[in-house]
T-cell receptor, first 113, second 112 residues
Framework: DGGITQSPKYLFRKEGQNVTLSCEQNLNHDAMYWYRQDPGQGLRLIYYSQIVNDFQKGDIAEGYSVSREKKESFPLTVTSAQKNPTAFYLC????????????FGSGTRLTVV | QQQVKQSPQSLIVQKGGIPIINCAYE??????FPWYQQFPGKGPALLIAIRPDVSEKKEGRFTISFNKSAKQFSLHIMDSQPGDSATYFC???????????FGQGTTLQVKP
């Protein structure tokens, strides 16, 4: 079955540590997105990529980095510069056509310990 | 210009009731308005979507009403069931960018 796989499901980060969240899709979608979800704040866009080897900052990119070396993969690194990283992170993809809709992964819950 | 405002934050209805969730947007460049349903610990799933050239769209028990002049849209859930208990997000965006701006979410509880 086609879909988006996010791993790990739970991740714990120590102070000053960089961590990488994985996002893989087999939907042959061109565009991929990373959102952060906090209680009462909805989903906020971190980074997005509409094509391989190209990506743009979203509304809250500070403290995060991404790469898009393959169409199927869009990993997100949460760096030590992100001062409040505890959140639920969601990866999504779309084929970018006129009636596009996002397909979301199941999310990664990151906690600072 | 980029916000999508959603209300109420939470909603409790009895089984069979018709919960209504409202959203308002500011950016007139937005031309795609989806609603997503999210269960705890899961990613959101697309429920129904509308474009500004129609005023209403129905899919099963879910209906979107759209008021372009007021820049508002709403989700109605007919004959609500306990299984509809979830968090609902509205969103909007310009289809040429693929970027969606999400509302803050509404947590719906349908009591048996």
């Amino acid at each position: 079955d086609g879909g988006i796989t996010q791993s790990p499901k739970y991740l714990f980060r120590k102070e000053g540590q960089n961590v990488t969240l994985s996002c893989e899709q087999n939907l042959n979608h061109d565009a991929m997105y990373w959102y952060r979800q906090d209680p009462g704040q909805g989903l906020r866009l971190i980074y997005y990529s509409q094509i391989v080897n190209d990506f743009q900052k979203g509304d809250i990119a500070e403290g995060y980095s991404v790469s898009r070396e393959k169409k199927e993969s869009f990993p997100l690194t949460v760096t030590s510069a992100q001062k409040n990283p505890t959140a639920f992170y969601l990866c999504a993809s779309t084929d970018g056509l006129w009636d596009y809709g996002y397909t979301f992964g199941s999310g990664t819950r990151l906690t600072v310990v | 210009q980029q916000q999508v405002k959603q209300s109420p934050q939470s909603l409790i209805v009895q089984k069979g009731g018709i919960p209504i969730i409202n959203c308002a947007y500011e950016n007139t460049a937005f031309d795609y308005f989806p609603w997503y349903q999210q269960f705890p610990g899961k990613g959101p799933a697309l429920l129904i979507a509308i474009r500004p050239d129609v005023s209403e769209k129905k899919e099963g028990r879910f209906t979107i009403s759209f008021n372009k002049s007021a820049k508002q849209f709403s989700l109605h859930i007919m004959d609500s069931q306990p299984g509809d208990s979830a968090t609902y997000f509205c969103a909007g965006g310009p289809s040429n960018t693929g970027k969606l701006i999400f509302g803050q979410g509404t947590t719906l509880q349908v009591k048996p």
